[in-house]
């Protein structure tokens, strides 16, 4: 079920006279993890796991939920598509998915600064895979995606008991 896919990555880099460095390409085979939090307490409420090279936009209405503290959807570009906006639209929800840059050219100042903004709040979920990561030292080594879903199943409900305990201990210490 893993599959290979081309992480293009991070934050684009100048050389001293202005030009940009070429991005690195690096290939990896596995499988992805998709959760969207809770905006306020940070508590992971959905889940899914697929193939690295799954597309992330097409499992936006599998994690969003209407029961969450938020009426709003933070999430990277990958998800924004006119299809999702539609979706997003129809379920009374406010899109804050960030905006790509525009094929060819600079990204406009004011669509910048906007993804700054929405950045900031989009972190939190990245902190959740940092956490794993790091903390938790995740990582998936099974063949089957029922299995890879299962670790990081597990892995979610730790990380959510781990939330639940500093929530509790803040709470406590006033």
Known sequence: DARWT???GGKIRYRLDGTPLPQIALPVFGYKSHIAIDWRFGFIRESAATSASHADGRML???VTTD????????????RSQKNEKWL?????VSRIHRRKPAGKPMPQNIARA????SSIRARVEHVFAHQKNRF???IRTIGIARAEAKLTLANIVYNFDRFIFHERARTLG
Do not use: C, H, Q
Request: proline content about 3%; charged content about 20%.
């Open 115 to 118: 993804n700054a903004a929405k």
């Open 6 to 8: 081309l992480k293009i």
């Open 137 to 139: 030292g995740l990582f």
């Open 61 to 63: 209405p599998r994690l």
């Open 89 to 93: 639209a129809s379920k009374m929800l």
């Open 68 to 79: 969450n503290t938020s009426s709003e959807v933070w999430a990277d570009s990958a998800y």
